[in-house]
């Protein structure tokens, strides 16, 4: 089975992933990779800590001549700003924090305070370095290569914001083409692919930062040419909507994941909503026809060939200038949270990995059904 696990702190010496079940035989395109990597530290909104890292991975592991060998991929990704942290973080030695980064009191809306709890902690740091975001640069990593296999078979995947705060762009569930969509996302400096809303965004970020508030929104993932079938109906853990949930849902600050048109549709009757089948025309590709897609691609748990339609909502960032009320560690008395180097927005790098996270979703169900030690032995011409 595919499957990915991560260890690294955000200002630890690195971070490390390991992709394990992968087949041999893919040439890996490093600078894909590194690509999107660059893409998930862009974006309007985003906090200093971008300029200071460089995203790129190094292998260790899987991997030889540039194809992948069927063994664990293990890669890792450095974070220049150990640098600067190097007593706080120090792993082995004395652990020496001067007074400006002494975390003395809980983050509404962060793990602080339930993951100061839970594992008894003496120092709230312990659970800000492994509970933050950074962690996902590593998931962008893994679901970078499960995008290279995907695209081996012609899947494609596309990522846009359709949302940040009260303004809205609409949905690209009907767009033409999804490399033409990535295009005109990748144009914005907030990854909208809606010239007027982009500027609308960024302008309701820079009022929201001027006033030392945050905000979140909503990303839209599309996928094409899935072969139908992926996933299954037979028992609630192999249902690939409640897989992707499952996937969008484990990235930090997402709060909800809808398939389709599934939070309109709950309000509507059976017959404004099910997509009605069809004979095939001459030339379709599948032995059936729809010329409606509001379940986003997947009917009982599986791929029924129709385009992915995903959604993910991101609540706004929880570390803000003007600081919330909150309780002191470890004296439990009122005082107002602490602000550190915090994002505005970071909706537009949420897309990106909320993207990564289903190429790791897809990439898993697509070998569940297909198998193959190596991509040779992939064979979707039956789907
Ligand atoms: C790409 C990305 C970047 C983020 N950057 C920040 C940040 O700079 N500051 C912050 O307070 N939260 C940030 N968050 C959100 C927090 O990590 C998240 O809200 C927190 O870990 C609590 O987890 P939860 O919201 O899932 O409950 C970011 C999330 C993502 C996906």
């Not at 008894?120 to 998931?139: C, F, L, P, Q, Y």
């Not at 965004?201 to 839209?220: F, N, P, Q, R």
Request: with cysteine; charged share 25%; glycine share 10%.
């Amino acid at each position: 089975m595919l499957r990915f696990l991560t260890a690294g702190e955000s200002h630890g010496p690195s971070l490390t992933a390991i992709l394990e079940g992968f087949p041999s035989g893919l040439k890996i395109d490093i600078n894909k990779l590194n690509a999107e990597l660059k893409a998930r530290q862009s974006g309007y909104g985003r906090n200093s800590r971008q300029k200071i890292e460089d995203d790129k991975v190094t292998f260790s592991g899987g991997i030889r001549g540039g194809i992948t060998t069927g063994g664990p991929i293990c890669m890792h990704i450095e974070n220049k700003d150990f640098e600067n942290w190097r007593e706080v973080m120090s792993l082995d030695g004395e652990i020496n924090t001067p007074k400006e980064k002494i975390v003395d009191c809980f983050r509404p809306g962060h793990a602080d305070l339930a993951g100061t709890i839970k594992y008894g902690h003496k120092d709230i740091r312990e659970v800000i370095e492994r509970a933050s975001a950074r962690e996902t640069a590593t998931r962008v990593a893994v679901g970078a290569i499960c995008q290279q296999l995907l695209n081996h078979f012609d899947i494609k995947l596309a990522c846009h914001v359709m949302q940040v705060g009260q303004v809205k762009a609409k949905s690209q569930a009907e767009c033409e083409d999804l490399n033409m969509l990535m295009s005109n996302a990748t144009k914005s400096e907030i990854l909208c692919a809606d010239k007027n809303q982009s500027e609308a965004m960024i302008e309701i970020i820079k009022k929201t930062w001027g006033e030392g508030d945050s905000l979140g929104g909503v990303v839209e993932i599309l996928v094409d040419n899935l072969p139908v079938g992926l996933g299954s109906y037979v028992h609630w853990d192999r249902r690939l909507d409640g897989r992707l949930a499952q996937g969008l849902m484990s990235v930090h600050a997402i709060k909800a994941v809808e398939v389709g048109d599934g939070i309109e549709a709950s309000s509507l009757t059976g017959s404004m909503v099910h997509d009605a089948i069809y004979p095939a025309q001459a030339g379709d590709k599948l032995s059936f026809a729809r010329k409606t897609n509001k379940a986003g691609g997947i009917e009982g748990g599986m791929t029924n060939g129709s385009r992915l339609v995903i959604r993910a909502y991101m609540k706004p960032i929880p570390t803000l200038v003007k600081g919330l009320d909150s309780i002191s560690f470890p004296d439990f008395k009122s005082k107002k949270a602490r602000y550190e180097r915090s994002d505005v927005c970071a909706i537009s790098a949420c897309a990106i990995v909320c993207k990564n996270m289903a190429a790791f979703v897809l990439a898993q169900a697509l070998l569940e059904k297909f198998g193959g030690d190596s991509v040779d032995q992939i064979n979707l011409s039956d789907a």
